[in-house]
């Protein structure tokens, strides 16, 4: 692991540590944190992540990492290996940004992925902009029928998180639930706030999992 991917992967697994109560977030919260290419030619990396699960007491399906589409166009054989590694340790993949990178289908039918973030240039355009509503509800559809779970990124109103829940989108993320903050407030979101709202992300989750979600 590169120094900074290393201490937020420390920070969060020390944060979420068992036992529950002293933790600082709820048991059955998912963290996501976002990794550079870089680390993902280091045939080392699954090891390293399998490591600080084990320290921190911590179930590998809490933790989610984020790869940009633009990355997986690499196509090389390490990174491929890697992602492979860490899928058979039951940690989730998602695509980030996707739509962006203009990655061939072949990525998505031969890598262990769990779920594809839509770019939020197409998910902010989505209310004035036909051609952003249709790549959106394409790449919704494609996700789907590939079993994948699909995260609209950069939802900040309540007209478009309504749009995507009839298009049969997952999850979204964005300012509409939240903003970044201190860990103290955002636990407080998560326990009592926009996450368990009926119009919120757990309330919005068409049971294909259980529990809420924080970003590092």
Not at 25 to 38: G, K
Not at 60 to 66: F, G, K, Q, T, V
Not at 101 to 130: A, N, Y
Request: charged share 25%.
């Amino acid at each position: 692991l590169a120094p900074a991917t290393s201490f937020v992967l420390w920070f969060f697994f020390l944060m979420i540590r068992r036992p529950p109560r002293s933790t600082l977030f709820p048991y059955t919260t998912l963290f996501r944190s976002n990794v550079p290419v870089r680390n993902l030619y280091d045939r080392s990396l699954p090891d390293s992540v399998a490591e600080r699960l084990a320290a921190a007491g911590v179930s590998a399906d809490r933790l989610i990492l984020e790869i940009t589409e633009r990355e997986i166009m690499e196509d090389h054989r390490a990174i491929v290996d890697v992602i492979e590694a860490l899928h058979g340790q039951g940690v989730r993949i998602s695509i980030d940004d996707f739509g962006t990178g203009f990655s061939s289908l072949t990525h998505l039918r031969k890598l262990p992925i769990h779920e594809i973030k839509i770019d939020q240039s197409f998910i902010s355009g989505m209310l004035d902009r036909e051609n952003d509503y249709i790549i959106a509800r394409s790449i919704i559809d494609l996700a789907h029928n590939l079993g994948h779970r699909v995260v609209a990124e950069g939802v900040e109103d309540t007209s478009t998180l309504e749009l995507l829940r009839g298009l049969g989108c997952d999850a979204a993320q964005g300012f509409l639930f939240a903003r970044p903050g201190p860990a103290p407030r955002i636990r407080r979101l998560i326990e009592t706030g926009p996450a368990r709202d009926p119009m919120g992300l757990l309330a919005w989750n068409r049971d294909r999992e259980s529990g809420v979600e924080g970003k590092s």
